[in-house]
Antibody, heavy 118, light 111 residues
Framework: EVQLVESGGGLVQPGGSLRLSCVAS????????MHWVRQAPGKGLEWVSR????????IYADSVKGRFTISRDNAKNTMYLQTNSLRAEDTAVYYC???????????WGQGTLVTVSS | QSVLTQPPSVSGAPGQRVTISCTGS?????????VHWYQQLPGTAPKLLIS???NRPSGVPDRFSGSKSGTSASLAITGLQAEDEADYYC???????????FGAGTKVTVL
């Protein structure tokens, strides 16, 4: 069974940083692109970032470019999102999702809440 | 303003058929990128409902169907059930933005 478990969310002040983690199990992690998708309270889904199978290629939404960094450790079946210079508008539930070649998101984690507030 | 346009809400009585539209442009749906649909039940993570325009993953009831034409796509739910009350999102890829894009979501209400 495919499982994705996020952690690392919490309350942080504006300008602060958090490192989110996503631990994968039940599939060959190193064979899949992986994504972060977020959802602000009461709002829709927003794609954040994607990393390819070996971590050499990454892409970001314009809203987080230059502030967030996605990475992965295939030996640990884990993906990360380093979030810096956080703003109030970054407050959201952050989901990790598996990305098959069809450019969809076929499995999602349960999400981790990031709250940016003073 | 979302790149993909969906109606904010649709409703129907149990057993009825409802459809949700998703309109894009020449840089996403019209550029031959597939459309995917997700169902998000209250308080839960999104779940892939339709992939590649019209393919149902294992376990998704055949009451759900998808189609695509030109720069638009649609999701149909036939035989509407109370458990179908949820938010539904369409998603594609945009070559101009070099980003994955979602619609703003459609809330389905079962009357």
């Amino acid at each position: 069974e495919v499982q994705l478990v996020e952690s690392g969310g919490g309350l942080v002040q504006p300008g602060g940083s958090l490192r989110l983690s996503c631990v994968a199990s039940g599939f060959s992690f190193s064979r899949y692109w992986m994504h972060w998708v977020r959802q602000a309270p009461g709002k829709g889904l927003e794609w954040v970032s994607r990393i390819d199978i070996d971590g050499t290629t990454t892409i970001y939404a314009d809203s987080v470019k230059g502030r967030f960094t996605i990475s992965r450790d295939n030996a640990k079946n884990t993906m990360y999102l380093q979030t810096n210079s956080l703003r109030a508008e970054d407050t959201a539930v952050y989901y990790c999702a598996r990305g098959p070649p069809t450019l969809c998101f076929d499995y999602w984690g349960q999400g981790t809440l990031v709250t940016v507030s003073s | 303003q979302s790149v993909l346009t969906q109606p904010p809400s649709v409703s129907g009585a149990p057993g009825q058929r409802v459809t949700i539209s998703c309109t894009g442009s020449s840089s996403n749906i019209g550029a031959d990128y597939d459309v995917h649909w997700y169902q998000q039940l209250p308080g839960t993570a999104p779940k892939l409902l339709i992939s590649g325009n019209s393919n149902r993953p294992s376990g998704v009831p055949d009451r759900f169907s998808g189609s695509k034409s030109g720069t638009s796509a649609s999701l149909a739910i036939t035989g509407l059930q109370a458990e179908d009350e949820a938010d539904y999102y369409c998603q594609s890829y945009d070559s101009s933005l070099r980003a994955y894009v979602f619609g703003a979501g459609t809330k389905v209400t079962v009357l």
